[in-house]
């Protein structure tokens, strides 16, 4: 399974229904992000993660990115 990191997940996925995506589930919140399932094309799982990056951050000491 591929996944995404985005910005305003809610908004996004809105926007993925109104053009025909199936979402597989509702977005689950943690205290580390937002998550949510999708279908591409070929049937693969997608998932969309919007972070909350400084829980995020703090958990990898700041090493989030190469």
Known sequence: MIN?????IESLVAELKSNGVTVCDEIEGFEYGKFVHIMDNDGNKIELWEPVDTVFTAEYEGKTTK
């Open 4 to 8: 995404f990191r985005v910005e305003n």
